[in-house]
Every structure is written in C-alpha cells, then in structure tokens.
C-alpha cells in the first residue's frame, strides 16, 4: 500500500469514528433530532462503505505488486 493510500485509509477511519461519536451524541439527546440522526446515520454508512472499498484496493494492489 502506497503511503498517499494508507493515509487516505487512516483519514477515512477517523471520519467513520468521529461519525460514529456523532450518532452516540444525537442518539442521547433527550429528544433526537431523528432526521440528523438519519442523516449521520447515512453518512456512516457510507465513510464504512469507503472503507470496505479502500481495504479491498489495497488488498489488490498488494497482489499484484
């Protein structure tokens, strides 16, 4: 894995925790905002489907190197 790439990876990880922080908070709250809430939701759905798709390049690229 190139360097550019695993920092891409290590950035897309802290997305995908601080998003995942972010629905803990809303979802405490004693009256959740339900669309942020769904909003985050989708948001972390989709930095973890990032990182599926990062792992599975790197994966690749280590294969064929």
């Avoid at 190139?2 to 009256?31: C, F, G, K, M, T």
């Amino acid at each position: 894995m190139s360097a550019v790439a695993n920092a891409h990876l290590i950035a897309s990880e802290a997305r995908h925790r601080a998003a995942d922080r972010a629905v803990a908070e809303e979802a405490r709250r004693p009256l959740p905002d339900q669309l942020r809430l769904q909003a985050l939701k989708k948001r972390r759905l989709y930095l973890k489907q990032k990182l599926t798709w990062l792992r599975i390049a790197a994966e690749r690229n280590a294969l064929t190197a």
